[in-house]
């Protein structure tokens, strides 16, 4: 058997990780009875500025046609979860929200990740710090790379901070980062597309 490279064996244990995440999220999702997406959009629309809680919106953060996000939110909808206004801007603009049942699914979904960080919290300091700045490194990679499918949406992402101190070079906040950051390192600097 050829010898494999560090890269080859990282991708394996990244798989590996992403099949322990996806399990567990459907695992809770089942006890609430919410699909993976729809988790998704609690999620983000827990966390996003309303502006971007639009159909094209959610069908950018999920990485689906806007024809998906219908099937994706109809169901939260008819369930009370999330409703849905007229932008203030623009009528014709649908902004969906969280209700107040909603925002308890919300809080009740966010557990599905626990056992994933009650593992992480387990490494030592060190270890876990390292983990985090080698995968932020990595994420930051992909955002340059072609293909890799990760979005370039810093001014959706739940941990930007936009235009705190307008006055400077470097107006926005990146709390993932904790980070200032200027208009053009918004992108180049994400690591979370999130």
Same mark, same amino acid.
């Given at each position: 058997m050829p010898q494999r490279t560090t890269g080859e064996k990282t991708v394996f244990l990244l798989t590996r990780i992403?099949?322990?995440?996806?399990?567990?999220?459907?695992?809770?999702g089942t006890e609430l009875q919410l699909k993976p997406a729809q988790m998704l959009v609690l999620s983000f629309l827990a +966390?996003?500025?309303p502006k971007y809680c639009t #159909? +094209?919106?959610?069908?950018?953060?999920?990485?689906?046609? #806007?024809?998906?996000v219908t099937d994706i939110c109809n169901p939260l909808l008819a369930r009370g979860l999330i409703e849905k206004h007229p932008s203030p801007n623009d009528r014709r603009v649908t902004?969906?929200?969280?209700?107040?049942a909603?925002?308890?699914?919300?809080r009740e979904a966010e557990s599905w990740s626990d056992s994933i960080v009650d593992a992480l919290d387990r490494l030592?300091? #060190?270890?876990g710090e390292a983990l985090f700045a080698g995968l932020k490194k990595l994420v930051m990679q992909l955002h340059r790379t072609?293909?890799?499918?990760?979005p370039e949406v810093c001014a959706e992402c739940l941990y930007f901070r936009p235009a705190i101190r307008p006055e400077s070079d470097k107006p926005h906040y990146c709390a993932l980062l904790d980070e200032w950051l200027s208009e053009a390192q918004m992108v180049e600097r994400c690591a979370s597309p999130v």
């Open positions: 992403g099949q322990a995440l996806r399990r567990t999220m459907w695992q809770r +966390g996003s500025d #159909p +094209g919106g959610l069908a950018k953060h999920l990485s689906v046609a #806007p024809p998906s902004i969906f929200r969280l209700t107040e909603g925002m308890r699914a919300h030592d300091a #060190p270890e072609a293909g890799t499918g990760l």
